[in-house]
């Protein structure tokens, strides 16, 4: 669509600009969200600064881990700044255990930080979602609805701005149950449970995606299976109160 | 000592837990349908329907173009195992750094994979193509892109990129910026 922006003089590769922008903008949101659940902001940036560094660094550990016998007779090319060699799975849970980490070590709150979060991850994932249909990342199924937009030649779902308008609903919503008093982590398994149901439901508008068994979609499944986990929880909470 | 005594249930709580898992069940009634519904053919009957791109998962489209000593070359005539395309101009500073990797690759892989170096002709001097590949003892074919068609039809909007294609034909990624040595091998491996 539009991969690259000019912001004044400067021409900016929209996918990369956009994540980053969609980072700061989540980090702000949370960080207000968090005075307001008495969380020092402050503890906000410091957990999306150590997990975003941590889970790239750790990713790219387990990168060339992985792929040890490429770098075998090259060790240094393990610190280039090739950014896609990095094993994307593994650095998030790594940067994870590291904000779990750091939670512990002050004490926080475990559900009440993840409350403070929930709203800016879901404003990151809108403003990156963003960047992705800019940056033409994936492209859709094909179309004849009249919003189609033509990729490579055919009329296709513009499936990431689907996903873009998901999350801006669900945030929405977030800011609408917060008016009621809810127990701590209620936000945190409501984000997660609506994202996974916009996940469940618009994946199918996405082209070319990974299956498993007969032809099933990786990510409808993944997310059937947080949703179910999910609601779980939420019930477990609500025994125990 | 008595034992404390265990905690009856209220009604009201039995009814919450009927509620959530009456509410599981929809969930995995309506999302297992939905899956079973949108579910996809065979991922490689897809591939091969799709029309040619420069991204993951289609085939990639047709080069004929001139080489250095004005021989044609069809990126079709590599069919049957994994080719690098790399596109690249004498100016670009990248460009030079990696190119020494393309050739270490070429030298230790030999014919298990394709290296090709489209050269962004319509963006530099003609003249310092022949010099270039002497510095670097390139040994590969390079390709001369005269009027950026091939460029164009692989979208390439900075130098170096470089695309990986399977030995099916179909582009498994598209790269821009430097890469390296290992970076290369390990992306071999999965082609």
């Known amino acids: ?241 | 000592m008595t034992k404390p005594k265990r905690a009856i249930s209220a009604p009201g709580q039995s009814t919450g837990a009927v509620r959530w898992l009456v509410l599981i069940a929809l969930v995995l009634v309506v999302g297992g349908s939905w899956i079973v519904f949108s579910r996809e053919p065979q991922q490689e009957t897809v591939a091969a329907e799709l029309a040619p791109a420069p991204v993951k998962g289609h085939p990639a489209p047709a080069i004929t173009l001139n080489d250095i000593d004005g021989q044609v070359v069809n990126l079709s005539d590599f069919q049957g195992k994994p080719v690098l395309i790399n596109f690249w101009a004498t100016w670009c500073p990248p460009c030079r750094a990696e190119m020494p990797d393309f050739q270490a690759i070429h030298r230790e892989m030999g014919d298990q994979v394709t290296i090709i170096a489209v050269n962004a002709t319509s963006q530099d001097e003609p003249d310092n193509i022949r010099p270039f590949m002497e510095e670097f003892g390139i040994t590969f074919p390079v390709l001369l892109d005269v009027r950026g068609q091939t460029m164009s039809d692989y979208n390439v909007r900075g130098l170096p990129t470089t695309i990986f294609i399977d030995s099916n034909g179909i582009v498994q990624e598209v790269f821009t910026g430097a890469v390296n040595k290992a970076y290369i091998q390990s992306k071999l491996s999965g082609l």
């Open chain 1, 1 to 241: 669509m539009t991969p690259f922006l000019s912001v004044g003089p400067l021409t900016l590769p929209s996918y990369p600009f956009l994540v980053i922008i969609g980072l700061w903008a989540g980090m702000w949101l949370a960080a207000k969200d968090a005075g307001r659940l008495k969380v020092e902001g402050d503890h906000v940036y410091n957990i999306g600064l150590y997990s975003l560094v941590g889970g790239l660094l750790g990713g790219r550990a387990w990168y060339v881990l992985a792929h040890r016998e490429s770098y075998a007779g090259v060790p240094l090319q393990a610190f280039s700044l090739t950014l896609n060699a990095v094993s994307l799975p593994e650095g998030a849970i790594i940067g994870l255990a590291i904000a779990l980490i750091y939670s512990k070590r002050y004490r926080l709150s475990i559900p009440t930080l993840a409350d403070a979060l929930a709203p800016g991850i879901t404003l990151a994932l809108a403003i990156g979602g963003l960047g992705a249909f800019l940056g033409s990342q994936t492209q859709g199924t094909p179309t004849a609805l009249p919003w189609g937009i033509v990729q490579f030649g055919e009329t296709r779902h513009p499936a990431h701005l689907y996903l873009v308008l998901a999350a801006l609903l669900i945030l929405a919503i977030l800011r609408a149950a917060r008016r009621k008093r809810q127990r701590p982590g209620f936000t945190f398994l409501l984000f997660a449970e609506l994202y996974a149901g916009s996940r469940l439901l618009l994946d199918p508008f996405f082209a070319l995606p990974a299956t498993i068994g007969a032809g099933f979609r990786v990510v409808q499944v993944a997310a059937l299976a947080v949703m179910v986990l999910v609601l779980a929880v939420m019930a477990r909470v609500e025994k125990s109160a």
